[in-house]
């Protein structure tokens, strides 16, 4: 079979293709707050399912309708979310690899359709499908292409590209992959402590040696020699960082190399590109102006444990009152809520979490959080409560 790719016509940012909650429709309708009994919801202004997001789950399921006599792989999590990847499974589509692929592995065949998903593929895992014949599903959200054009702009003049990223994030790793292959090199940091040792190795304060061992597995591409690909260096950032710690990030970078290099020297020495997408910059703006305005006690953040822009959603909230990252209403309980926590990953229990009387609670999800599922986890949030659903869909 040729290869190709479907595409589908999912262009219209502001519509919601899937997964639709009239409860969500509701608060994303009017301004964001219900009344119901002793509880006040409010919402952010911007939360949820992003568009990149929603377009990819819907090219699955186009997929899946115009290809019934085919077998149907993704190559890996379509994105962070367990319910989504769940449905999937239960629509007979196959993983390779990952938390949902049957333990046996897969044996791709060339008439087998192959989904990239929405975080885009390493380039070893396109070429192989290209060589295999398979149909090729390609669901890359487009604000995925842009760091990778800007890393592939970095290779040809000579930089490496410093990556704001989780290495294990796929991505990451896609972009890593595409550098490698290139022939570039990348440093991937996750955070301020790391680009702190990056920083130290530029001005000249810590060894190259000391750098690598520091680093973690893959972090850094093969033969990197931080003596001589430090020189010029050029930032990206996975789409679905804290915005604010990359710009922290790429400050702390840029004043490592005015020392090393002189202001003058530096200009040329050193290049960034804020490649947060804006599905997650408007997300975690909508967290902070919720948290400094809507007088909330508590906030119910939804999303996958493993959703890198939900925990950020978590961390933009910064502390001002409990926030609850949250996997769905299964977590919540009426004496308990079962989350996990932001700054050390660890899932926990919070006992007692709701506060008697009246209560304010905000609510956000992650890009990859269906609008059901968000839905589901606030008349969930209600029922603990004891308040019925109806109080607050009532006209
Ligand atoms: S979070 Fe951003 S980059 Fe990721 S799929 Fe959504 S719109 Fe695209």
Redesign the pocket.
Known sequence: MTPQTTTADYDDPSRRYSYRSELIERLRGGDGSLECGRVTLRTATSFGF????DRAVSMVRDAIAEHPDERIWLLDQMIHNPRVNADFKAMGVRFLRGPFSDPDGGDLRADDVVIIP?FSAKVEDEERLKQLGCTIVDTT?P??VRPHRRAVRYVNDGYTTVIHGLVRHEETAASCSLIASRGGHFLVVADQVETARLCAAIRGELGAAELLASLPEEACSPDFDPAVHLALVGTINQ??MLASETRLIEDMIRSAVVVRDGEAAAVDAFRELNTI?K??QDNQDAVVSMAESAGLDLMVVVGGYDSS?TRNLTRAADGRFPSYHVIGPEAVDVGSIRHRCPVTGKPLVTHDWLPAGDVTVGFTAG?STPDTLLGATIQAVLEAAQVPLEAALRP
């Open positions: 992003c568009w990149g997001v929405a959200c604000w995925v789409t679905t997408c599905a997650t822009n890009a």
